[in-house]
């Protein structure tokens, strides 16, 4: 079964520091692009990061400088580490499987599998 | 920066059909994504590529992607299809962005 499970999150002061983790089953991680996505109390989704099976790696602007996503081959975990924490990143984190490719002339992303989030509060 | 636009909400009495929009400058130049969340769960993709679905996705869900608007429609919408829905795109400068989420009713 195709399974992503987070882990992680907790309460920490703002300016502090969290690493989130994200345990896959049923695939490779390192075969797939992965990505991060955030939902904040109330709030809608926003994408975070993406990590792509080449390596690159791509971050949405709110988190650009602060935030880096990775991935441990031999665990077949995907981690986002956060540094610099703000009030404003206060969310459930989401893993996702971001099923990427070409079809025809046009490329393809959406997320086919979720974890079930892991929750984030920046708080003093 | 790009941004798609959704209704924050919309209302259908079951067993009609809900019509969900999703705006953005040339959306249709890009494929179209949805996924339907409900309270304390995790988003679920029910249309990808546009027009198509999931394994698993009952054939009432369907979408289209022309000019500066992708739809989202729901047939003969059921009770069980209350949730706050959410579009998504990609493209190569902005990566993945999500709309704001609409929230449906069916009364």
């Known amino acids: 079964e195709v399974q992503l499970v987070e882990s992680g999150g907790g309460l920490v002061q703002p300016g502090g520091s969290l690493r989130l983790s994200c345990a896959a089953s049923g695939f490779i991680v390192s075969n797939n692009y992965m990505s991060w996505v955030r939902q904040a109390p109330g709030k809608g989704l926003e994408w975070v990061a993406d990590?792509?099976?080449?390596?690159?790696?791509y971050y949405a602007d709110s988190v650009q400088g602060r935030f880096t996503i990775s991935r441990d081959n031999s665990k077949n975990t995907l981690y986002l580490q956060m540094n610099s924490l703000r009030p404003e990143d206060t969310a459930v984190y989401y893993c996702?499987?971001?099923?990427?490719?070409?079809?025809?002339?046009?490329?393809?992303?959406?997320?086919?599998?979720w974890g079930k989030g892991t929750t984030v509060t920046v708080s003093s | 920066s790009f941004e798609l636009t959704q209704p924050p909400s919309v209302s259908v009495s079951p067993g009609q059909t809900a019509s969900i929009t999703c705006s953005g400058d040339k959306l249709g130049d890009e494929f179209a994504y949805w996924y339907q969340q409900k309270p304390g769960q995790s988003p679920v993709l029910v249309i990808y590529q546009d027009s198509k679905r999931p394994s698993g996705i009952p054939d009432r869900f369907s979408g289209s992607n022309s000019g500066d608007t992708a739809t989202l429609t729901i047939s003969g919408t059921q009770a069980v299809d209350e949730a706050d829905y959410y579009c998504?795109?990609?493209?190569?400068?902005?990566?993945?962005?999500f709309g704001g989420g609409t929230k449906l009713t069916v009364l």
């Open positions: 998504q795109t990609w493209d190569n400068t902005i990566h993945v962005v």
């Open positions: 996702a499987r971001d099923f990427a490719g070409l079809s025809g002339y046009y490329h393809y992303h959406y997320m086919d599998v």
């Open positions: 990590i792509y099976s080449d390596g690159s790696t």
